[in-house]
């Protein structure tokens, strides 16, 4: 068994983000014609920077999504693999998952569902009692 990897960065020590429901977050993304996504990276993002104090902020994410979407894939995947590894854990996803969006369609939907999967999971495991909304 492999050692653990230390902590990066300092503790983690802010506020706790709200777990989304996936299927929500894909729904109203559909019924939305993707304008839902600017939405859920201004929330991720200010819960992200909330947590750790590090990284992008909300506004930043709306401002890139808005204008160069792609990059927010790479972006909050590196953010939330940083979070995962603050705390010694291994994370469920890395930088690379950026590259789903070069599958049309079906690789962002791959994406948003493995991202807000892995948020969900860090939030409920580190002590949300909070059900998956929006």
């Given at each position: 068994?492999?050692a653990?990897?230390?902590p990066?960065?300092g503790?983690v020590?802010?506020?706790?983000g709200?777990?989304r429901s996936?299927?929500?977050v ?5 019924v939305?014609?993707g304008?839902?996504?600017?939405v859920w ?12 104090g590090q990284g992008?902020?909300g506004?930043?994410?709306?401002f890139?999504t808005l204008?160069i ?7 909050m995947?590196g953010e ?6 603050a705390?010694?854990k291994?994370?469920p996803?890395t930088?690379i ?6 599958l049309?369609i079906?690789?962002?939907?791959i994406?948003?569902i493995r991202i807000q999967?892995a948020?969900?999971?860090y ?6 009692t909070?059900k998956?909304?929006?």
């Amino acid at each position: 068994m492999p050692a653990p990897t230390p902590p990066v960065g300092g503790p983690v020590s802010g506020p706790l983000g709200t777990p989304r429901s996936r299927g929500l977050v894909i729904l109203l993304t559909i019924v939305t014609f993707g304008i839902w996504t600017i939405v859920w990276s201004y929330q991720n993002g200010n819960e992200l920077k909330q947590r750790t104090g590090q990284g992008l902020g909300g506004v930043a994410y709306l401002f890139i999504t808005l204008l160069i979407s792609p990059v927010t894939m790479f972006l909050m995947a590196g953010e939330v693999e940083q979070l995962y590894r603050a705390e010694g854990k291994e994370p469920p996803i890395t930088t690379i998952w950026g590259l789903w969006f070069l599958l049309p369609i079906i690789g962002n939907f791959i994406w948003y569902i493995r991202i807000q999967g892995a948020l969900n999971d860090y939030w409920t495991s580190n002590g949300s009692t909070q059900k998956p909304g929006l």
